[in-house]
């Protein structure tokens, strides 16, 4: 009878009800975006590499895409965690235009969307793993922001994520400008993006650069960037350094 008894109470246990799971670590991930403001809109890259661990396993991975009419949002972290959001944005975009009101969501709105998104996720302990940059353009205003994976999040003329934090950001600091043109904005960022395939580990030479207007968004092709290992730094790095390394 007892046996009989405390075999529901086994069953209950064992239901996938009371097998929640959290994401413990990302699996494939993807570096950093650089993001910033130029003459007539917003410019944003990144490299197309997705990492299994430190392994370089995907080399064509797509991490720029447009959200409505008016914002791009560029992801890096885990994958799979930006195609989550990416379909949240659909959702919310497509009620959005089911109101057929003459009103559409702006950058800002989404930059709003997505900052409740992350900090409500960080709040359950199941964290959406990225570091979001979203850019747009509506009514004549440039709008740039950026969120973490726990909700931290601000506006600014230039945004990065990731290495792009460290290293893009004091290059950006000293040659931005707001009358940068179109060419110099993609100069600017392919600098940016040398600087970091030199020295994080996890880029790859593939990229691509979106740009959103007015008149919307342009996402280039695949291209990779002219390159120089020969750097003495680069030939032999261990010269003058002290102990076992």
């Known amino acids: 009878m007892n046996v009989m008894e405390s075999a529901p109470a086994k069953s209950s246990l064992m239901s996938p009800e009371s097998d929640i799971q959290r994401t413990q670590f990302p699996y494939v991930t993807g570096t950093s975006i650089v993001g910033i403001k130029y003459k007539d809109g917003i410019l944003l890259t990144a490299d197309m590499g997705g990492s299994y661990g430190s392994t370089i396993r995907y080399k064509s991975v797509e991490r720029l895409k447009p959200v409505g009419k008016h914002s791009l949002l560029g992801a890096s972290g885990e994958i799979s965690d930006f195609q989550e959001i990416m379909k949240y944005l659909d959702e919310l975009i497509l009620y959005d235009n089911m109101w057929d009101d003459g009103n559409s969501l702006g950058p800002k709105e989404a930059h709003n969307y997505l900052t409740r998104v992350m900090y409500n996720r960080r709040n359950k302990f199941n964290p959406l793993w ?13 709008y740039l922001g950026t ?25 950006l600091r000293d040659e931005w400008h707001e009358n940068l043109s179109y060419e110099e904005g993609v100069k600017l960022l392919e600098k940016c993006m040398r600087v970091l395939l030199y020295r994080d580990r996890s880029a ?20 990779s960037l002219k390159t120089f290992w020969n750097f003495s730094a680069f030939q032999n790095p261990t010269v003058g350094a002290e102990g076992s390394w």
């Open 130 to 142: 990225n570091s979001l940059v979203l850019g747009g353009v509506k009514n004549g205003q440039k």
């Open 147 to 171: 969120v973490s994976m726990i909700g931290v999040h601000y506006e600014d003329n230039h945004v990065a994520t990731g290495f792009g934090n460290h290293l893009a950001r004091p290059i």
């Open 204 to 223: 790859v030479n593939k990229l691509q650069i979106a740009k959103i207007t007015e008149e919307g968004v342009t996402i280039s092709q695949p291209y």
